[in-house]
């Protein structure tokens, strides 16, 4: 099971800390992602962290204000997303991967187990 936390409404160019928390499954084991899905839009790769920590990828709209991380000791995943902007409202969905290899990082094909998402809304 998966647990997203951490959602709500902030001004541009604010920040907001999402927290995935998992249980039932070996966590250490699982590959970390997040996803977003806006209104209307298909859903879209955010982050992701490979269970080994040697593969971490960013969607090209993120990178570089968001960062993913994870605590192994908490079954937690973390997305830190800073500089929001409108266009980063979205219901924001973790994932969890038993095989994920880093060719297939940012495919939503690639995870197993999803979370049930939480929503943040950025205003202008």
Do not use: H
Request: aromatic share 10%.
């Amino acid at each position: 099971q998966l647990q997203a936390s951490g959602g709500g409404l902030v001004q541009a160019g604010d920040s907001l800390r999402l927290s995935c928390t998992t249980s039932g499954l070996t966590f250490r084991s699982y590959s970390m992602a997040w996803f977003r899905q806006a209104p209307g839009k298909e859903r879209e790769f955010v982050a992701a962290i490979r269970y080994n920590r040697d593969g971490i990828a960013y969607g090209d709209s993120v990178k570089g204000r968001f960062a993913i991380s994870r605590d192994n000791a908490k079954n937690t995943v973390n997305l830190q997303m800073n500089s929001l902007k409108p266009e980063d409202t979205a219901v924001y969905y973790c994932a969890a991967g038993r095989s994920v290899i880093l060719s297939s990082i940012r495919r939503d094909s690639a995870y197993d187990y999803w979370g049930q998402g939480t929503l943040v809304t950025v205003s202008s």
